[in-house]
């Protein structure tokens, strides 16, 4: 999801972001016994979608094979949506509620290994809440209706009963929507057909091959006026309502110059099969998989601000940057743990300043990612305690872009990055992993321990500080990392920036022998996302 506007920033001195978990979080949050008993496989989610009385209903049928003997297994809905039944073959099931998650009771236990498909009916009026509605139920400016879903956070189960956590993914979906005939849906994957109900509702059948995590699965559901190009094999379908049909043909050309751009420096789209598609919503954007949605009023920048503030970001559209390259880093690659969204969002966010690079050249890049600086607290730590349903700090976005630039900083040769950046993404590829994942595979690809910087970054608050002590008379200057982190330990350029030197700090004081004066001496805190203390 794009990072809060600017409109809506919070103050500086807002306080710490996290209280203490709720039932609902923890509920929600952890992987429990009965989530980690079974492997989900698939999806079958059949609904018909009532605009007017803002109703849905129907069924969602959940393939999951068992990894251990059990009777029970935990799946989720939102507690103001009715349970109809919950059938295994023609046997009903019981079920126990607590807040949105419901446990479902099996007659016999069912064994290891064995393959399980129940169908859960359900139905009810989903409620509109946080940032970007779960799932909202409005009127297109001309009137006509407008429902589009976006549940990040909230949880996808505030519309449909699924095993609602990252952890676990189903390898493909199918997705049905039955919408009134004057309307169309547009989800995720391919369009594999549309059936005339004969009662005035149409029937839209998305196939979805990949895995996919629970809250991209999304509906569209609008007058939509379609128009699509292609990018080599790769189709790319573009959706907006009919009045924007000319600023979304310009607007949306960003989406192949963007293409292109990733996919020489992340690998190919990872969901060629169900294709791209941008489809605009009345919020300002989410990384629905295969099926991004926009809402930046068809101008660059974000919500027609200059994003990072440096000049650079009113040359492209934030949220088609942004939430397109959540198709390498959030969808093809998954946190196991919304602890670690920094997986998503760090990552997408540093995408953007390779956007950048790519168009507009490595000065800019440089600039456009610095510019974050001013939106980062450095108060509380990325990562956040796993298995409780809450969104880690503002700073895994911008901090996590500043630190994958200085990651590069410390690799120190552009072909080795590109090329440890392809290979994480192929590496990882449609799989859910955590941060310790992500550092083994650094540790192994470059033969270097970055554990204690991933772990200063990522784990603690404050910056790494370069400490330096002048002593000029000597013509010489000690220096040393003040880090929590006590094996911190990261090369820097110093000196002059026409020609840095590289020194190898570590916590403990060491000398150099230089020339350059204190009022000279510089520091490239462009490259390498960190404080200086000069004595
Ligand atoms: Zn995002």
Redesign the pocket.
């Known amino acids: ?2 990072a809060l506007s600017p409109a809506k920033a919070p103050p500086q001195q807002s306080p710490l972001e996290h209280s203490a978990p709720s039932r609902a979080d923890i509920l929600r949050g952890e992987y429990s016994t009965w989530r980690a008993n079974n492997d989900l496989l698939s999806y079958d989610l059949d609904i018909r979608v009532n605009p007017e009385n803002k109703y849905i209903s129907g069924k969602n049928t959940i393939r999951f094979k068992m990894l251990k003997d059990d009777t029970r297994i935990q799946l989720d809905l939102f507690a103001n949506l009715k349970v109809d039944k919950i059938l295994l073959g023609s046997t009903e099931l019981k079920y126990e509620r607590e807040l949105g998650t419901v446990f479902v009771d099996f007659p016999a236990t069912l064994k290891k290994n064995s393959v399980q498909s129940i169908e859960f009916y359900y139905s009810g009026s989903p409620q509109e809440t946080g940032r970007f509605g779960g799932i909202s139920f409005r009127k297109d400016p001309a009137g006509r209706p407008w429902v589009t879903t976006a549940c990040e956070g909230i949880g996808a189960s505030i519309w449909w009963p699924n095993k609602d956590q990252q952890r676990d993914e189903v390898e493909n979906m199918r997705l049905r929507v039955a919408v009134p005939n004057s309307l169309i849906d547009v989800s995720n994957g391919r369009l594999e057909g549309k059936t005339d109900l004969g009662d005035g509702y149409t029937r839209y059948d998305w196939a979805i091959h990949y895995p996919i995590n629970n809250y991209c699965v999304s509906l569209n559901i609008g007058s939509y006026e379609h128009f699509s190009d292609r990018l080599g094999d790769l189709t790319m379908d573009f959706y907006c309502l009919p009045e924007n049909r000319e600023k979304a043909g310009r607007q949306y050309a960003q989406a192949k110059p963007m293409m292109e751009a990733f996919q020489k420096y992340f690998g190919e789209y990872p969901f060629k099969q169900d294709g791209y598609k941008l489809i605009e919503v009345p919020y300002s954007g989410m ?1 629905h998989q295969s099926a991004v949605t926009y809402g930046n009023r068809f101008a660059n920048g974000y919500l027609e601000r200059d994003w990072t503030g440096v000049g650079v970001s009113l040359k492209f559209d934030f949220i088609i940057i ?2 397109s390259a ?1 198709e390498w880093f959030g969808n093809s690659i998954t946190a196991s743990d919304v602890s670690d969204q920094w997986i ?2 760090g990552w ?1 966010t540093y995408a953007e300043g390779v956007y950048v690079e790519a168009l507009f050249g490595r000065a800019d890049a440089l600039k456009y990612i610095n510019g974050y600086k001013t939106k980062v607290k450095n108060r509380e730590p990325i990562i956040t305690a796993h298995g409780v349903n809450q969104s880690p700090p503002q700073d895994q976005y911008f901090k996590g872009a500043l630190f994958l630039n200085t990651l590069r900083s410390v690799i120190d040769n552009d072909a080795r990055w590109w090329k440890l950046l392809r290979d994480y993404c192929s590496r990882f590829k449609y799989s859910n992993i955590m941060t310790e994942d992500v550092v083994k595979f650094f540790n192994d690809r470059t033969g270097l321990n970055l554990t204690p910087i991933f772990d200063q970054y990522l784990r603690q608050a404050a910056l790494p500080a370069l400490e330096l002590r002048f002593q000029e008379s000597e013509g010489a200057v000690s220096y040393r990392w003040k880090a929590e982190i006590k094996e911190f330990a990261m090369p820097v350029q110093v000196g002059r920036r026409t020609d840095w030197r590289l020194i190898q700090p570590t916590t403990e004081w060491k000398t150099l022998k230089t020339g350059v004066k204190k009022e000279d001496f510089e520091v490239a805190t462009d490259l390498y996302y960190i404080d200086v203390i000069r004595n």
């Open positions: 999801m794009p990384e942004h939430e959540h998503h969002e997408a």
